[in-house]
C-alpha cells in the first residue's frame, strides 16, 4: 500500500465549489460567490468530525468544471490565485487538509491541448475522441509523453501551492499504465501526498495494483448499502462486505454513501427513515469516508439523465451556515457523534468486518483489527427485533435504529 500514515485518520467533507458558491448554473442575478464563500464554513466542517475539504473542480473550464480549459489556472468564476491561497491556508490554521479534483482524462474544447500535436485522440477518420458521448469533452491521448508530462507538472504545482492530493477524475477510463507513469513522479517530490481515482465497475484492486493508485472509489458498496436498505435484503450488503474485506489485503477503498454524481442518500432511499442506518453502516467499517456537503442536513436532490440533471444535487449553499433550515439538525448531530467515534477509533480505517448475525431486515456485524473491536447491529423493520449481542446475549432492537453494542 501506498498511502501515506495521515490518510486513516482521514474524513473528508466533499463539495462542488462552482455549485456551492452560486457560480454554476449561471444566473444572471448572481455571479457567485468564488472559493472566498467556502470560508464560512471551515468552523462547521471542523465541527461535524471533517479533516479535510474534498474539492470538485476549481479550474478554469468551459461550464461544470469537468471541461477543463486551464489546469494551472483558477476558474475566475471562483476567484484566482489568491482566493486559493487564502482558502489552504484558513484550512491548513483549522488541521483541515485539502483534495482538489483533478480532470485529466478529457478536457474542454478550448484546452491548448486541442493545438498540439498528438496531445487528443482522434478516430480514424480524424474526428476528435469524446469522452463517454460527450462532443464537449475531448479525450487526451494518454500514450502521448508529452502528456504525461503535463499531469504530472499539474498536480505537482497544486501540491506545492499547499494542496494535500488528488481525486483523479474519470480514472476508470484513463490507462492504467498512464497513472503508473505520473504518480512515481509526483511521490518523488510529495511522498506523503493521497491520490484516488474514480473508478465505477471492474476489478478494483487490479486496477489499484497496475495504476499505482492509492485508493479507487467503492461503488459496489455504496450501492449494496441503498439498496439493501431499500429491498430489506441486508444479505445483499453483508455479501458485498465480503468483497470489501477482499480489496483491504490491497487498498483502503474510498467510503461514500453520497457524492456529486449520484442521487441523494435521503433521496435514493424509499424510507428516509434509513438514512441513519446508512450512515453509521459508512462510519464503523473499513475505507476513507467523505460526506457530501448538504446529505448532513439531510438535503434531498435526484440525478436525472439529461443536460443540467446533476444541478438538483449541486446546490448553492447559503453564505454561512446560520442560514440553514432548522431542520437538518438532528442529522447534523448525528454525523458529529459517529465521526467521533471514527475518530476515536482510527483502526476502523482498514478494519476487517464478520456477520455475527443476518437476517432481511437486521445485520450485526463485528469490525476488527487485531485486538480492537465494535460490534455494530441494524435494524431495518418497523418491529422491534431480538438479535444475539457479544457474549451471545440477546439485545432487543428498537425499530428503525442502529447501536454499538460492544467494543
Not at 7 to 23: D, R, S
Not at 239 to 257: C, I, K, M, S
Request: no cysteine; hydrophobic share 40%; net charge negative.
Amino acid at each position: 500500500m501506498t498511502e501515506a500514515g495521515w490518510v486513516q485518520h482521514a474524513v473528508w467533507w466533499q463539495i462542488y465549489p462552482l455549485g456551492f458558491a452560486g457560480a454554476y448554473p449561471p444566473r444572471s442575478d448572481n455571479p457567485g460567490g468564488g472559493l472566498r464563500k467556502l470560508l464560512p464554513w471551515l468552523d462547521y466542517a471542523i465541527e461535524m468530525g471533517a479533516s479535510g475539504l474534498l474539492l470538485g473542480p476549481i479550474f478554469a473550464s468551459e461550464t461544470h468544471g469537468y471541461d477543463t480549459v486551464d489546469h494551472l489556472q483558477i476558474d475566475p468564476r471562483l476567484g484566482g490565485d489568491d482566493e486559493f491561497d487564502e482558502l489552504v491556508a484558513a484550512a491548513k490554521s483549522r488541521g483541515l487538509r485539502v483534495i482538489l479534483d483533478g480532470v485529466f482524462n478529457h478536457v474542454g474544447r478550448g484546452h491548448a491541448a486541442l493545438g498540439r500535436d498528438n496531445w487528443v485522440r482522434r478516430g480514424p477518420d480524424g474526428s476528435l475522441a469524446n469522452f463517454e458521448g460527450h462532443d464537449s469533452l475531448v479525450a487526451l491521448n494518454h500514450a502521448e509523453p508529452a502528456v504525461a508530462d503535463y499531469v504530472s507538472d499539474v498536480m505537482k504545482h497544486w501540491l506545492r501551492r499547499g494542496a494535500d492530493g488528488w481525486r483523479l477524475d474519470a480514472a476508470y477510463a484513463t490507462p492504467a499504465e498512464f497513472w503508473a507513469t505520473v504518480l512515481p513522479r509526483v511521490r518523488a517530490e510529495f511522498p506523503e501526498s493521497y491520490a484516488f481515482g474514480e473508478v465505477i465497475h471492474g476489478d478494483y484492486a487490479d486496477f489499484v495494483t497496475r495504476s499505482t493508485l492509492d485508493s479507487v472509489t467503492q461503488y459496489e458498496l455504496w450501492k449494496a448499502t441503498w439498496s439493501a436498505l431499500n429491498d430489506g435484503n441486508f444479505f445483499e450488503l453483508s455479501w458485498a462486505l465480503e468483497r470489501h474485506n477482499g480489496f483491504l489485503d490491497t487498498f483502503v477503498p474510498q467510503t461514500f454513501v453520497g457524492n456529486h454524481d449520484v442521487t441523494r442518500i435521503a433521496s435514493r432511499l424509499t424510507d428516509e427513515r434509513h438514512v441513519p442506518l446508512a450512515l453509521a453502516f459508512l462510519l464503523t467499517t473499513a475505507g476513507t469516508p467523505s460526506i457530501w456537503s448538504g446529505d448532513e442536513q439531510g438535503f434531498r436532490g435526484v440525478k436525472e439523465d439529461r443536460a443540467g440533471g446533476d444541478d438538483a444535487v449541486r446546490p448553492e449553499f447559503p453564505d454561512e451556515p446560520a442560514g440553514l433550515a432548522p431542520y437538518g439538525e438532528k442529522l447534523y448531530r448525528l454525523h458529529q457523534e459517529l465521526i467521533g467515534l471514527r475518530r476515536r477509533n482510527p483502526w476502523l480505517h482498514r478494519a476487517r468486518t464478520r456477520t455475527v448475525h443476518l437476517a432481511n431486515q437486521q445485520f450485526v456485524y463485528e469490525a476488527y483489527d487485531g485486538d480492537s473491536s465494535l460490534v455494530v447491529a441494524l435494524n431495518a423493520a418497523d418491529e422491534p427485533a431480538v438479535v444475539p449481542g457479544p457474549g451471545g446475549d440477546k439485545v432487543e432492537l428498537a425499530p428503525q435504529s442502529w447501536t454499538v453494542l460492544g467494543r
